[in-house]
């Protein structure tokens, strides 16, 4: 099964909170400012990402997202 870690960087206010609790030190906050005027957190190290899920969990904003990516071959069964 493979998954996409995404990170909607319009809706976040870069407070750092997922880089710091990101087990795996996926994340950093971006030197680019986005459409609100923050620098938005990025991964990274994205070979790294275990998908735990705990930057998820943890954003007070929403702005991460996991989802689960149907191979072809698994979409044609
Ligand atoms: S899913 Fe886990 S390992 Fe991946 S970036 Fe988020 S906290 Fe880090
Ligand atoms: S916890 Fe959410 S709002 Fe804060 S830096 Fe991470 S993605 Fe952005």
């Known amino acids: 099964m493979a998954y996409k870690h995404l990170i909607d960087k319009d809706r976040c206010k ?3 909170l997922c880089v710091i ?3 795996k030190k ?3 906050i971006s030197n680019e400012l986005n459409a609100k005027g923050y620098f938005p957190a990025h991964q990274a190290r994205p070979e790294d990402c275990i998908q735990c899920a705990i930057c998820c969990t943890m954003c007070p904003d929403v702005a991460i997202t ?3 990516i149907v191979e072809a071959a698994e979409a044609q069964k």
Do not use: D, F
């Open 14 to 16: 870069g407070c750092g």
């Open 21 to 23: 609790v990101c087990p």
């Open 26 to 28: 996926v994340l950093e």
């Open 66 to 68: 996991i989802s689960e």
